[in-house]
């Protein structure tokens, strides 16, 4: 549901999960009404403050080299940036 609102607010958006429960945080990635799912292994770690900073830095640095948004946020969050399951 909120995914599908805030997609009316531009071209793409990137719900993370970092904040639910379970192993795993999946984050969802909605380009063009397609929708992606993203998951990773939760982080277990008391050092939070600046990861969706760095997540977004990384994706908009990426971005210029790879072919769509999918893969820009993919190869952030498989270079280990990520806020999505930092607990």
């Known amino acids: 549901d909120q995914l599908g609102r805030r997609g009316r607010l531009g071209p793409g958006v990137l ?3 970092g904040h639910l429960a379970g192993p795993q945080c999946v984050d969802l990635l909605q380009v063009d009404a ?8 939760r982080v277990v ?13 990384a994706i908009a640095a990426l971005r210029p080299g790879r072919p769509d948004w999918t893969s820009a ?3 952030a969050a ?8 930092v607990t």
């Not at 770690?45 to 830095?57: D, E, I, K, V, Y």
């Open 73 to 75: 946020v993919r190869d």
């Open 15 to 17: 719900l993370t999960g």
């Open 78 to 85: 498989s270079c280990g940036v990520s806020s999505a399951g």
């Open 45 to 57: 770690t008391r050092n939070t403050h600046g990861t969706g900073c760095t997540l977004s830095a």
């Open 34 to 41: 397609r929708t992606t799912r993203l998951p990773a292994p």
